[in-house]
Nanobody, 126 residues
Framework: VQLQASGGGLVQPGGSLTLSCAASGFPLNFFTIAWFRQAPGKEREGVSCISNGDPTTSYYADSVKGRFAYSRDTAKGTVNLQMNYLKPEDTAVYYC???????????????????WGQGTQVTVSS
């Protein structure tokens, strides 16, 4: 079971990036996939997730609401994070994480996810 996050890079404030999470070894469509991030010197935090069991249940960190959008591409078997209006404080390593089932109250909890990707660096700077 492996997760691969990609799409990070250097972008100017106000710019956009799309991160993608792909899986090998298991059908990603049957897992709840979440995005986390960790900035230098800070704890890892949940960014966004939509429950696979209940797509009406979602989580977005307050700091990204209205700017980030989570989506699944079932044809490609990937989960994407569209990040718009990026700010310097969005600079972090972004990780995707997976679990077969996650209760709605734990969507943003690291301990709810058994499988983690290696992370992709996002740097927002002018």
């Amino acid at each position: 079971v492996q997760l691969q996050a990609s799409g990070g890079g250097l972008v100017q404030p106000g710019g956009s990036l799309t991160l993608s999470c792909a899986a090998s070894g298991f059908p990603l469509n049957f897992f709840t996939i979440a995005w986390f991030r960790q900035a230098p010197g800070k704890e890892r935090e949940g960014v966004s997730c939509i429950s696979n069991g209940d797509p009406t249940t979602s989580y977005y960190a307050d700091s990204v609401k209205g700017r980030f959008a989570y989506s699944r591409d079932t044809a490609k078997g990937t989960v994407n994070l569209q990040m718009n209006y990026l700010k310097p404080e969005d600079t972090a390593v972004y990780y995707c994480a997976a679990s077969p089932s996650v209760i709605s109250s734990s969507l943003a909890s690291e301990t709810a996810y058994a499988y983690w990707g290696q992370g992709t660096q996002v740097t927002v700077s002018s």
